[in-house]
């Protein structure tokens, strides 16, 4: 008898609130994982300002796509990564923050204000990856794991601009740009104090639904329990788990700025790195990667950069080499972490096999904030579901598309994704295995 996981908790307490934590048995295996045999997991990997459209899009359409200039690190990848060109976001009215919440909500953006020449935004809904991160909750320990390569060095412009995961209007999750710190949130085990607050919190899970304080507390405040008490849920995973059979030997390096410059390559391979161990211990199921952020101020000394992306894209003459230079060694930077997935094994495969992984930015060109030919790539096997990596052309399909077949990718049967204009109900087909 094949049964899923809350199916037995909700079996062996007669219908109770609180839940206990359980072995993994055999008769769960099929419900926890994919059709491949390992778990579905959905991935979001964001890098900001866009591409150079005329050096991007491949050419040749189908599977076997010749690589452009600016895709060729991926030359290697491409039968487990697919190109979508000519796609327009739907939701476009305001330079980076359509795009943003575009791609990753489906929605037009929320605004908060103005400051300065232009606004202050959020994102209106969960983002891509928290719609993932609420299909996988409860399975794992983490309900999601984020991110972060390149630092922040943009402007204050709202939570859009500085933040990649969101849970709704200025409820974020934020990157974790500091190695050391990741892997210690992953695997270092509970202190006492973590250990005696999860205990004692069980209490309060057991006389949560039905108590006093239920019923007088408003609808948002019930909202909030229900993430603490999620919260403290994912903290009796870990404390049960037993995550030290999983760790390898710990990072010695957060890989701090030296004479200014970020040392880019090490760290996104050590996150790349850390991340695939992560999954490898079933920690987590959705990810996401910000490897720079929305209007992203980086300064790509390694290509000769000696100023921020954002403006270097306003202000480089055409054809704006060292805008083309950054993208090709963001791309690389792609082709690494990809790398890492593919050549870590899972099973009887390895885990970017078992992955949907959305790759996009918030816009195309980045010295005029285009919405066309918007930059999307769909990362992955996810365990059976997506075809071979092909190159498909669509102009002015809605971008929306591809946030719906990329969850649709990873076991989110979602019957659509976005709302007005950027509302779709059309998966690609092409893609989808």
Same mark, same amino acid.
């Given at each position: ?69 600016? %895709? ?59 719609? *993932?991160? #609420? ?75 039905? @108590?006093? %304080? ?16 999620? $919260? ?21 390096? &957060? ?36 490897? $720079?952020?929305?209007? &992203? ?14 403006? /270097?894209?306003? #202000? #480089? ?11 090709? +060694? ?30 996009? $930015? #918030?816009? &195309? ?6 919405? /066309? ?5 769909? *990362? ?36 659509? +994704? ?5 509302? @779709? ?9």
């Amino acid at each position: 008898m094949k049964v899923n996981r809350r199916f037995v908790l909700k079996s062996l307490l007669g219908g109770a609130v609180a839940t206990l934590p359980l072995p993994m048995l055999d008769a769960m295996r099929d419900a926890k994982a994919g059709p491949s045999g390992s778990p579905d997991r959905f991935g979001l990997w964001f890098w900001g300002n866009g591409i150079r459209p005329e050096r991007w899009v491949p050419g040749s359409e189908g599977t076997g796509w010749s690589p452009s200039d600016e %895709l060729a690190p991926l030359v290697d990848l491409r039968d487990r990564v697919s190109v979508l060109s000519g796609f327009e976001m739907k939701t476009a009215t305001h330079p980076h923050h359509s795009g943003m919440s575009g791609v990753l909500t489906g929605q037009h953006y929320h605004q908060l204000g103005v400051v300065r020449d232009t606004i202050v935004s959020t994102l209106p809904g969960p983002s891509v990856d928290q719609i *993932a991160a #609420e299909h996988f909750a409860g399975q794992t320990p983490f309900r999601s794991l984020e991110l972060g390569v390149t630092w922040f060095r943009g402007t204050d412009e709202g939570s859009s601009f500085q933040h990649l995961s969101h849970n709704g209007p200025n409820n974020v999750n934020p990157s974790e740009y500091d190695v050391v710190r990741a892997y210690e949130r992953l695997f270092a085990l509970p202190t006492d104090q973590e250990r005696d607050l999860a205990r004692s919190s069980v209490l309060d899970a057991l006389q949560w639904k039905g @108590s006093r %304080l239920h019923t007088r507390l408003g609808a948002g405040d019930k909202v909030r329990m229900e993430q603490y008490l999620d $919260s403290v849920r994912a903290l009796e995973k870990r404390i049960g788990a037993d995550v030290a059979a999983c760790t390898s030997t710990a990072p010695t390096s &957060s890989y701090p700025d030296v004479n200014g410059q970020e040392q880019i390559e090490a760290k996104n391979l050590a996150m790349s790195e850390l991340l695939a161990m992560a999954l490898s211990c079933d920690l987590t199921r959705a990810f996401s990667v910000q490897f $720079s952020t929305c209007g &992203s101020g980086a300064v790509f000394w390694q290509v000769g950069a000696d100023n921020g992306l954002h403006v /270097t894209c306003h #202000e #480089e003459p055409q054809p704006q080499p060292t805008v083309h230079a950054a993208t090709v +060694f963001t791309m690389e930077r792609l082709a690494d972490f990809l790398g890492v997935l593919r050549d870590t094994p899972d099973g009887e495969n390895n885990l970017l096999e078992s992955c949907s992984i959305l790759c996009t $930015s #918030e816009l &195309s060109d980045g010295s005029i904030h285009s919405n /066309t030919e918007f930059p999307l790539l769909i *990362a992955g096997g996810g365990n059976g579901r997506l075809s071979e990596g092909r190159h498909l052309r669509a102009v002015g399909r809605n971008t929306s598309d591809a946030g719906l077949t990329a969850l649709r990718g990873a076991g989110v049967e979602l019957a659509s +994704f976005g709302v007005a204009e950027g509302y @779709s109900d059309s998966p690609i087909t092409e893609i989808l295995g």
